[in-house]
C-alpha cells in the first residue's frame, strides 16, 4: 500500500463515488471502484422525495433512483450549516475550525485559499493511490489568482489572461472545470485546469442579490449546470476509455444548485408543478441522472460507487420569487413542500433542518439495494470512506476527524463508526453524542435575517430575562438556558430542551468536546496539534450577554 505524506486539505458536496486500481501491472484487472461524489448546494433534506415523501412537492427520479438502488442514510449531518466549512471538512476529514484563519480575502469569488498547498485532501490522496482524480463545479475554497498590481485579488486588479497561482490541481487533481466561488458571486467566469476561459472583460449580476461584477463576455446563469454536467461526462467517458484501462477514477462534481440564484435552464422552466423553485431542483436532479447514464453508457456502472448529498440545508431566502427574499421557503410551505423535511431550521442555524442532509450511495454488488441505515454519520466520513476503497494507507495526521462508511457500507446494522459529532452554524457550536444534541447557544444560533427563528437577539434576551442576572463566568453560560439539549430519536423536531433538568448529560458532552479540541483529533490515534492556538466555541455570544442584557 502506498503512504501518503502531505499538509492538510478540503473537499464538497453530493456524492457519487467509482473506481478501479491502478497500482497492479496492467495485465492485472484493478478491482478497486470508481468514486464519484456529486455534492448538491442548498438541497434541503426535504427536497429529495425519498426523504421528504409526502412532504416533497418536488420530483427527484435519479436522486430516488440511488435509495432504490443503493442505501439511504437517515442521519447523516455536515459540519456547519454554511458553504465554505461544509466543504473544507469533506476535502480534508478534520474539522475546519482547526484550521488557521484565513488571510485577508477580496469580496465573493476572490477568496484567497483556505488550505495550505501541502494539504490532505480527498484529490491528492487518491491520485497519489493512484486514481485519476476530477474535480468539476463549484470550488470555494479559495484560490490565488494574478494581480496586475501584486495587492490581494478584487473585482479591479485580477489579470484574467495568466492562470491561476493556486487552484484545484495544487491539491491534487489532475482535471479541473471550475467556477471560483458560488454562482451568485463573481466574478462569474470558468476556470479550466486554472486557465480562465473566456473572455472576462464583461461586467454581470444576477437575479438572487445582484451583485455585480466581472463576468466572461458569454457567461450565463442558466447554462451552468448543463456546462457542469457535460464536463462530468466528458470527465467520465476520457477516464473509462483511457490507457490504461485498469486505472480507477475520482470525479468531485460539486453542483451549484439550488443554491440562488434560483436559474432553472429554459428546457426545465415550468417543469414542476411547484414553480421556480421545483424547476432548480428538477433540474439538479437531472444532473445527477446524467452521470449515472454515463457510467451505464461506458459500461463501468458496476464497479463505480456513487454518492449524492448536499453541503448543508436549504437557504430560506430561496423560492419561486428569482430575488433573494427572506421566508420564501415558508411560501412553498403552503403549498405542500418543506424543504427540511420534518426538521426545524434552514441554512445559517444549528438546528436540524440546517445540517442534517441527504446522503445517498450506490455501490452494486456490496450495497443491498433499497436499505437503509440510521446511524450516526457525517459528511466529513467521505474522507477516511474513500482512504479504505482506494486501498491505501494514509499519514497517522491525514483525515483526523473523519471514519469510513464501508463498514455500514456492507451492513446498515453494524456497530455505529461514530458516537460524536461536532457541527456549527454561523454563530454557534452544536455537539451530538449518541440520540443526544447539545446547542451551545439559546436559540437558532445565528441572526435569523432570512427565516431561522429565534434570532440570536431574541433567543438571548429571552435568556436573560430567564435566568434572571447576566452569567458571569463561562460556567454558567454552559447551562441552562444559555445551551439547548435534545433527544433527537425521541424529538427529532427539537421541540422539547432538556438541558434544565439533564445537567450531568450536558457536563459530559462538553467535556467530551473540550477532549477532542485539546486532541487536534476525534478518532484514535497520536494526538495532533491544531493550527489555531485558541479555539473558543463560545465567541459566538454577543457582547452584551456579559454586560447586563442591555444592547
Partial sequence: MLRVHCGFGVLTAILFVSGRLAHL??????????????LADDLGIGDVECYGRERCAIETPHLDSLARDGMR?????????????????????????RFQPPKPDGPWGFLNPRL?????????????????????????????????????????????TKPLKVGPSDYGFDYSFVLPGSLDMFPYAFVKNGKFVGSVTAQKGWSAFNRVGPAAEDFEDVKVLDTFSTQAEEFIAEAATSTPAQQPFFLYLALTAPHTPTSPSRKFEGKSDLGLYGDFVMETDNCAGRVLAALKRHGIEDNTIVVASSDHGAGAYAGNIRKATPGQLKLLEKNGHYASGIYRGYKFSLYEGGLRVPLLVRWPNVVKAGSQCDRLVGLID???????????????DAGVDSVSLVPLLRNPDSPPVRQTFVMQSIRAFAFRSGKWKLALCPGSGCPG??????????????????YGRSP????????????????????????????????????EM?????????RGRST????????????????????????????
Fill in 25 to 38: 501491472p496492467a495485465a492485472e484487472i484493478d478491482e478497486r471502484p470508481n468514486v464519484v461524489f456529486i
Fill in 73 to 97: 442514510f437517515t442521519d447523516a449531518h455536515c459540519v456547519a450549516s454554511v458553504c465554505v466549512p461544509s466543504r473544507i471538512a469533506i476535502m480534508t476529514g478534520r474539522y475546519p475550525w
Fill in 116 to 160: 495550505r498547498t501541502d494539504a490532505y485532501t480527498l484529490g491528492r490522496t487518491l491520485q497519489h493511490s493512484g486514481y485519476r482524480t476530477g474535480y468539476v463545479g463549484k470550488w470555494h475554497l479559495g484560490t490565488l489568482m494574478q494581480t496586475t498590481d501584486g495587492n490581494n485579488q478584487g473585482p479591479t486588479n485580477v489579470d484574467y
Fill in 382 to 396: 467521505i474522507f477516511r470512506t474513500c482512504v479504505e476503497l482506494a486501498n491505501t494507507d494514509s499519514s497517522d
Fill in 449 to 466: 435575517v432570512y427565516g431561522n427563528r429565534p434570532t440570536q437577539d431574541e433567543a438571548w434576551k429571552k435568556a436573560l430575562a430567564d
Fill in 472 to 507: 458571569s463566568n463561562r460556567n454558567e453560560l454552559l447551562r441552562a438556558p444559555f445551551v439547548q439539549l435534545f433527544d433527537v430519536e425521541a424529538d427529532p423536531t427539537e421541540s422539547i430542551n432538556l438541558a434544565s433538568t439533564n445537567e450531568a448529560q450536558v457536563r
Fill in 510 to 518: 462538553i467535556e467530551h468536546l473540550d477532549a477532542q479540541i485539546a
Fill in 524 to 551: 484514535p490515534g497520536p494526538s495532533q496539534t491544531n493550527d489555531r492556538e485558541r479555539i473558543n466555541y463560545l465567541s459566538g455570544v454577543p457582547r452584551y450577554v456579559l454586560g447586563g442584557g442591555k444592547r
